[in-house]
Each structure stands twice: as C-alpha cells, then as structure tokens.
C-alpha cells in the first residue's frame, strides 16, 4: 500500500533551517502532485508548498522566500527547505501525494521553533 514517511523535523532556532524530507512508497511516485501541509492546534491545515510531476511549485504566501519545495523522483522523495524559521512557523508538517481521486498523508513530522 502507498506510505509516505516524514523525517527531518526538530527544534530550531527562529532564523534558522530545517530540512523536511518524505520517502514515498507504493506507488507511481513521478505522476503525483506532492505537497507538504501544516497544522497546528485549533487550526485547520494550510497548505504550505506543492510540486507537481512536471516540476511546477505553489507556495502559501507566509513562506515565499523562505521555503523551497523539490524533489527526487528516482528516490522517491521530496523535500522542504525551510529558512529564516519564525515563530509562526512551529506545527506538524504532513506531506500529500496527490494524482486524480487518489490522496494520501503521511503521519507527520513536528517543527519547533523556540530560543
């Protein structure tokens, strides 16, 4: 069955990086739209960055700038960037895969940032 597991999460400093990945399994990994998404206590999920197949990235308008969405088709995996951390930006960043009717979430990785 498909999995996507998330790793990469932890605590930083505000100002500064973390590098989120998530391996996919399966599945077709290249004809799936990725995204990585967030949620944090009493809000809904907001969409953070996406990829699709052809290379083509989105950004929630909080993070242009500071995020780079990419990936790796031949591993499977996509990742994000994450610079200039603030303190808005601490929550549980889940990644998606996305192709046609089919959708699927991994568990997630938690991001703190704190001095």
């Known amino acids: 069955q498909v999995q996507l597991v998330e790793s990469g999460g932890g605590l930083v400093q505000p100002g500064g990086s973390l590098r989120l990945s998530c391996a996919a399994s399966?599945?077709?990994?290249?004809?799936?739209?990725m995204g990585w998404y967030r949620q944090t206590p009493g809000k809904q999920r907001e969409l953070v960055a996406t990829?699709?197949?052809?290379?083509?990235?989105n950004y929630a308008d909080s993070v242009k700038g500071r995020f780079t969405i990419s990936r790796d088709n031949a591993k499977n995996m996509v990742f994000l960037q994450m610079n200039s951390l603030k303190p808005e930006d601490p929550a549980v960043y889940c990644c998606?895969?996305?192709?046609?009717?089919?959708?699927?979430w991994g568990q997630g990785t938690q991001v703190f940032v704190s001095s």
């Open positions: 998606n895969a996305h192709w046609v009717l089919a959708t699927y």
């Open positions: 399966g599945m077709t990994f290249s004809r799936y739209t």
């Open positions: 990829i699709t197949s052809g290379g083509t990235t």
